[in-house]
């Protein structure tokens, strides 16, 4: 089995919003079309975020300008085609989408202490072994969720890493409705950007909780920031989300909820409004 080391991977891949920065904008002046994503050949196997929490990401003004000058989605051409089966029914009217990478766990291809599990992947010809930490209280908050909300995991990590970390995480499908991958999103001035639209569900009832607000950027009043979690033992964020989910899953439209309660939405129409002044 190849080490980290031996094969050149880095301790850590690109944020779940954020790459490199190596590849071309898909958008170049005038905005015509995104491109999908292809994947550098020196591109990491595991996806990691930066260890910039929530709250200054989302107070960040690159973060926000980069949120700001997104043109409207309307606009932009041969986006992905949606990439789920509709709602099962009998499901939950509301879908909640799950970032996976320091949202939900941290994982690396080079040892961590305080793991909690490893498991083997092979890519590009190499093998791999991922050390996976778990969020604290995941267990909870997962079984919670998927009571009252149809879960889908949208990840901007390769499906190939991600597909077996989520049968790990959820043996038994309790949890996951739906996985949906990199090849689904966006890709612009180093951001993987996450086009709620694909998933073919109603835009009024779903909800995305990611720890890159860059990542929900033609959404962010459908939006929940959460801090970045690497390894803190005390993190207690997911729990912390669950009274706003309990509201946003009642009501008829999610944004003017996540928009008064959150302010995201809010902070960037403001810096459009200065921006334009």
Known sequence: MSSAMEIGVPKLGPTAGNSTGEEESALS????????DSVAENEPL????????????????????????????????NRPKVCIAPKAPGRPRTTLVLDLDETLVHCSTEALENYDLTFPVKFRDHEYEIFVRRRPHLEEFLAEISKTFEVIVFTASHKVYADRLLDILDPKDAYFDHRVFRESCLFHVGNYIKDLSVLGREIS????????????????????????????????????????????????????????RVGLGKKITELRELSTA
Not at 62 to 76: H, N, T, V
Not at 205 to 218: C, E, K, L, W, Y
Request: hydrophobic share 45%; charged share 20%; glycine share 4%.
């Open 29 to 36: 002046p005038p905005c015509s079309s995104y491109k999908i």
């Open 46 to 77: 595991v996806n990691s975020a930066t260890d910039v929490n929530g709250i200054r990401i989302w107070n960040d003004l690159d973060a926000l300008s980069f949120i700001a000058s997104l043109p409207p989605l309307s606009s932009i051409l």
């Open 205 to 260: 009832r779903t909800v995305i909780i990611d720890n890159s607000p860059q990542a929900f950027g033609f959404h962010v009043d459908n939006g929940i920031p959460i801090s970045t979690w690497t390894v803190e033992q005390d993190d207690d964020a997911l729990l912390r989300l669950m009274p706003l989910l309990k509201d946003v899953a009642n009501a008829p439209d999610v944004r003017p909820v996540i928009r008064e």
